[in-house]
């Protein structure tokens, strides 16, 4: 009954993506993304630490997951660039996530070096998904640049304080053609479900489920949210009457009057 | 000689390739990506680049994020 999601020429089962950061070691981690299957999975790219041994990530990520970097660390559109290079020279394929950010409070990104990273990118042949503030005119220059999707934050990176962004992501996600894929600020399942019955066509999910007191159930708890959210969508919501007026679900009328 | 690697400075021997330096440093080759003075170099062309002073190299890999 579900669509298909396909981005980048690839058909996404599993509208959950998951992020890696966070985790308290790399086999817990692992346990997640082999419960949850995921078909998308973030990654940061840092420096080598050449003084100590270091375990490899990739060794702990299920084969057949799409990797998406993500340009973490990039304060402007040229660094963006040359970490998304490193990247791919890295042979983690061509996705990846532009992240722009200059505001080391809240980590809010900037639009602008973001789209001028995504014009770049694009046209190197990257499967850009930037991450933005929800924006409709920026979402649209985006989409018109050639991005395969959008991901406007919630709340906050790591804040688990849920949609707060709900009017503006609800907007793209009726007016922007690309999937509008919420990251950042999910703080629950219940959160996660809500952007999916919204019509969001994914969620990405990584420190409320690897900071939860179960990481592995947690995510497995995401997972079935997303699935309940988009079925709901997809199903047709009933829509409200808009007032706080009742309507009544059983006949008022009957044999007591 | 003097050359940067990942910000810090260190002092290596002359006539050295990068591919001995990632040995060197007890690198998986496969696991990493090199850039010198800037330019991403595939592993392919590791061996042909003799180090001289003042370069500067960068070596990276993935890790934990979101």
Same mark, same amino acid.
């Given at each position: ?17 998951i992020?890696t950061g966070k985790f308290s070691s790399y086999p817990l981690m692992k346990q997640v993304l ?23 990530i990739?060794?702990y990520i ?148 690897a900071?939860?007191?179960?990481p ?42 | 000689? &003097? =050359? ?7 002092? @290596? ?8 330096? /990632?040995? +060197? ?5 496969? &696991? =990493? ?7 991403? @170099? ?8 003799? /180090?001289? +002073? ?10 934990g994020?979101?």
């Amino acid at each position: 009954m579900d669509n298909a999601l396909i981005i980048g020429g690839r058909q996404i089962q599993n509208r959950l993506f998951i992020g890696t950061g966070k985790f308290s070691s790399y086999p817990l981690m692992k346990q997640v993304l082999e419960v949850c299957r995921p078909d998308v999975v973030t990654v940061a790219v840092r420096r080598v630490d050449i003084t100590s041994k270091t375990e490899n990530i990739l060794d702990y990520i299920p084969k057949g997951c799409v990797l998406m970097p993500n340009t973490s660390g990039a304060r402007n559109a040229d660094e963006a660039v040359r970490i998304a290079r490193l990247a791919k020279a890295s042979g983690a394929g061509n996705w990846i996530k532009i992240e722009v950010i200059q505001d080391n409070k809240y980590l809010l990104p900037d639009n602008l070096e973001t789209l001028k990273a995504a014009e770049i990118l694009v046209q190197e042949g990257f499967t850009v998904l930037p991450y933005m503030s929800p924006d409709l005119a920026m979402a649209r220059r985006l989409a018109d640049a050639g991005v395969s999707a959008v991901m406007p934050l919630g709340s906050p990176i790591g804040s688990n304080r849920g949609i707060k962004t709900k009017e503006l992501v609800q907007i793209m996600v009726r007016e922007i053609k690309v999937p509008v894929i919420v990251d950042a600020g999910l703080g629950r399942p219940s959160e996660a479900c809500e952007c999916m019955e919204m019509g969001c066509a994914a969620v990405l999910v990584n420190t409320a489920i690897a900071v939860a007191g179960d990481p592995v159930h947690m995510a497995a708890a995401f997972r079935q949210a997303v699935e309940a959210g988009r079925r709901a969508y997809l199903a047709g919501l009933a829509s409200g009457s808009g007032d706080a007026l009742a309507s009544a679900s059983s006949p008022l009328t009957g044999f007591l009057r | 000689m &003097k =050359i940067k690697i990942n910000g810090g400075s260190e002092n @290596v021997g002359s006539n050295l390739s990068l591919a001995q330096l /990632i040995v +060197d440093k007890k690198l998986s080759p496969e &696991k =990493i990506v090199v850039e010198y003075n800037l330019r991403v @170099v595939p592993a392919s062309e590791w061996s042909g680049i003799i /180090i001289s +002073d003042n370069d500067s190299i960068e070596i990276l890999s993935f890790l934990g994020g979101g």
